[in-house]
């Protein structure tokens, strides 16, 4: 099994709301990668999460907050977006725990989110 | 800083053919590249990776060759079908993180 779930597979939230994407993998990866890519771009790196504990956050505002409840879970919440962050948000997973990547990444089918 | 470039930027061959992808990188101190496939809309789905050692790896119609001296990548498709349609990236994993090219447009028309 080398599958990453992401749901929702599609949102559509106010700039007021809350919502939350959620990933899970069950492959024993030790780390896991939020990724936000707009259209035609490649995926730009939001978060690593390293043996369950945050290890990059680049420079991601504190409108989203990510959360790994445990090594099989991640989630991203989001809260007073604005219509700028409308993107597809991707969720990876792989086996070496230091977050380095220096093995496969496997990616989910995303979450389209927009903010409307 | 690393770069990665993908040449073509896009590419329409007729179904059959055999085809090459580029990528290009400017740091040869890499850890590993992957290719990724994406359809519209989509996730990514890896197809093959090679570690910094390596020179090639194949799956199926599919061979990804790397050049680290060159600061090259190519991946080759064999006989083309029109599933193969989609956007092809590559990453490069240099300095702990994947640095992305553009990716490449690939379209087989029937």
């Known amino acids: 099994d080398t599958e990453v779930t992401q749901t929702p597979k599609h949102l559509v939230m106010g700039m007021t709301n809350k919502k939350s994407l959620k990933c899970e993998q069950h492959?024993?990866?030790?780390?896991m990668y939020w990724y936000k890519q707009k259209a035609k771009k490649p995926p730009e790196l939001m978060f690593v999460y390293s043996y369950e504990k945050l290890s990059i956050n680049e420079s991601v505002p504190s409108r989203f907050s990510p959360e790994c409840p445990n090594s099989s879970l991640l989630n991203l919440h989001l809260h007073a977006l604005q219509p700028e962050d409308s993107a597809l948000y991707l969720c990876?997973?792989?086996?070496?725990?230091?977050?380095?990547?220096?093995?496969?990444?496997?990616f989910g089918q995303g979450t389209r989110l927009t903010v409307v | 800083k690393q770069e990665v470039t993908q040449i073509p930027a896009a590419l329409s061959v007729p179904e059959g053919e055999n085809l090459v992808l580029n990528c290009s990188f400017t740091?040869?101190?890499?850890?590993?590249l992957q290719w990724f496939r994406q359809d519209p809309g989509k996730g990514l789905t890896s197809l093959l990776l090679?570690?910094?050692s390596q020179r090639e790896q194949t799956s199926g119609r599919l061979n990804a060759s790397l050049d680290k001296s060159s600061g090259r990548s190519t991946l080759y498709i064999a006989a083309s079908q029109p599933g193969d349609s989609a956007t092809y990236l590559c990453?490069?994993?240099?300095?702990?993180?994947?640095?992305w090219g553009a990716g490449t447009k690939l379209i087989i028309k029937p």
């Open positions: 990453a490069v994993n240099s300095n702990y993180q994947l640095i």
């Open positions: 990876a997973s792989s086996q070496d725990g230091t977050g380095r990547g220096n093995t496969e990444a496997f």
């Open positions: 492959m024993g990866h030790r780390a």
């Open positions: 740091d040869s101190a890499i850890y590993n």
């Open positions: 090679i570690q910094s």
